[in-house]
């Protein structure tokens, strides 16, 4: 009996969609980076934040050009792993 409930569970796991959480590169912390395994490793993701402190990314290929090492196929990564680059406005204080 419990084996048959551990094998329904296992089919209805296999069943169900995957959920992709959308990240914002513009708004993802280096931690966020890192812990999503979103490809860009520690030092591409703190690059990253680095650029960015400069100005928000306005589009995919902005930054791919500002991002040192970063390329089409690491975009397209991203992008498959549910990564937006979208303008986020500034919270004012």
Do not use: H, Y
């Not at 708004?27 to 395994?37: F, I, L, P």
């Not at 680095?50 to 995919?60: I, L, M, N, V, Y």
């Amino acid at each position: 009996m419990r084996t048959a409930i551990a094998l329904a569970c296992v089919a209805a796991l296999l069943v169900l969609p995957v959920v992709v959480i959308a990240q914002n590169i513009n708004t993802a912390t280096e931690a966020e980076m890192n812990a999503s395994k979103c490809g860009l490793g520690e030092k591409r993701a703190a690059d990253v934040v680095a650029e960015r402190a400069k100005g928000q990314f306005s589009t995919w290929s902005d930054f791919q050009s500002r991002v040192k090492g970063v390329g089409a196929k690491t975009v397209e990564k991203l992008q498959a792993k549910g990564w937006t680059c979208e303008a986020v406005e500034a919270k004012a204080e």
